[in-house]
């Protein structure tokens, strides 16, 4: 949630002036729209992961409304409640910035791309620009990652027999 995000906002408070030849609409309410968004995602954050750690409250579930909700999790969901509305006004703060740079003007500095020069000039090995090789290699790791576990499972299966449950009384 936080350090991808915040990657992506970073690219596109790059990427958008350069593609559309505009001005970013303001430097200070992109830098406060990344600074709120992390201090949003660390108060969220931390409400959630005390509550699971300390509490053993359940994950994504609305909890100052479960039954089993005890006084002890209120701070924690104040916590989680100020990082919400921090996510929310930085979430703001980025659509508005966005939506400004979009309709700002157009920048009076031409737009330069960057791009990477090679450090050394001899060519990569011909086996290396095809896709089959690199396919094996990541269907490998998945099998060496996922397999023993995938095998036990699947060894350890029990027949799933079930009449069913009603959930509601009818």
């Not at 931390?46 to 359940?58: E, K, Q, R, W």
């Not at 966005?98 to 086996?127: C, H, Q, Y």
Request: with cysteine; glycine share 8%.
């Amino acid at each position: 949630g936080s350090a991808a995000t915040l990657t992506f906002f970073g690219i596109c408070y790059w990427l958008i002036p350069a593609l559309t030849g505009r001005k970013l609409l303001s430097n200070f309410l992109a830098l406060a729209q990344a600074w709120t968004w992390f201090f949003g995602m660390l108060f969220f954050a931390n409400a959630y992961h005390t509550l699971g750690l300390y509490f053993s409250a359940p994950r994504r579930t609305m909890l100052g409304e479960t039954p089993y909700k005890i006084a002890e999790w209120d701070p924690m969901l104040l916590e989680s409640l100020l990082g919400v509305a921090l996510l929310f006004i930085s979430a703001t703060l980025f659509f508005l910035v966005i939506f400004g740079t979009l309709v700002n003007r157009k920048s009076d500095k031409p737009v330069t791309m960057p791009v990477a020069e090679p450090l050394d000039l001899t060519p990569s090995p011909a086996w290396l620009d095809n896709w089959v090789p690199w396919l094996g290699g990541a269907i490998g790791l998945i099998l060496l990652s996922y397999g023993p576990m995938l095998y036990q499972l699947i060894r350890d299966m029990q027949p799933v027999i079930s009449n069913g449950f009603q959930v509601w009384p009818q």
